[in-house]
C-alpha cells in the first residue's frame, strides 16, 4: 500500500483512499484551505504564450505597410 499524505497539512493517511469522502484531503477543512488558496489565486496555471505573442499594435516582421 502507498503511503499517502494531505496535500495541506502533510498528516498521514492509512488506509484506503475510500475511508476519507474528502479525498485527496485528510478532512474538510483542509478541502476548504485548498479551495480559498486557489480562490485568492496563490495558486496560477502558467500561460504558455510568449509575452510578446500578444502584441499587435507593431506589424509583423516581414509586412509590409
Known amino acids: 500500500m502507498n503511503k499517502v499524505q494531505c496535500p ?6 492509512p488506509g484506503n483512499w ?4 474528502d479525498y485527496p484531503f485528510c478532512s ?9 488558496r486557489w480562490l485568492d ?8 504564450t510568449p509575452p510578446d505573442a500578444d502584441d499587435r499594435s507593431s506589424p509583423a516582421q516581414g509586412e509590409a505597410d
Open 8 to 13: 495541506i497539512c502533510d498528516a498521514a493517511m
Open 18 to 21: 475510500q475511508e476519507y469522502p
Open 28 to 36: 474538510a477543512r483542509c478541502r476548504k484551505i485548498d479551495l480559498g
Open 41 to 48: 489565486q496563490k495558486y496560477r496555471v502558467p500561460d504558455p
